[in-house]
């Protein structure tokens, strides 16, 4: 079965960087057409973060733009969230997300706390 397993969360400083990972397994990852990263505050809806999408390109959420970069390496299946110059209002749950055969699939989510 499709299973996506993030990585790479954890406590930073403003300003500070971190790159989540999601290995994507149980689908050939070369036909997923896009890949998305959403976040998830305490008391807030979730929301989309960035996405991949092949042949098409990138795009992101207004509030993360020129501070993150999502990227795919297709030998290693696995997407990525590089995260620059983090802001506490970033802190969240963040989960990536691919559509397949008309199925969502949603990972379990890693934990990006910004604080001093």
């Known amino acids: 079965q499709v299973q996506l397993v993030e990585s790479g969360g954890g406590l930073v400083q403003p300003g500070e960087s971190l790159t989540l990972s999601c290995a994507v397994s149980?689908?050939?990852?070369?036909?997923?057409?896009?890949m998305d990263w959403y976040r998830q505050a305490p008391g807030n809806q979730r929301g989309f973060v960035a996405r991949i999408a092949r042949n098409l390109g990138t795009y992101y959420a207004t509030s993360v733009k020129g501070r993150f970069t999502v990227s795919a390496d297709d030998a290693k299946h696995t997407i990525y969230l590089q995260m620059n110059s983090l802001k506490p209002e970033d802190t969240a749950v963040y989960l990536c997300?691919?559509?397949?055969?008309?199925?969502?699939?949603w990972g379990q989510g890693t934990q990006v706390t910004v604080s001093s």
């Open positions: 149980g689908a050939d990852f070369t036909s997923i057409s896009q």
């Open positions: 997300k691919i559509d397949k055969n008309g199925n969502t699939y």
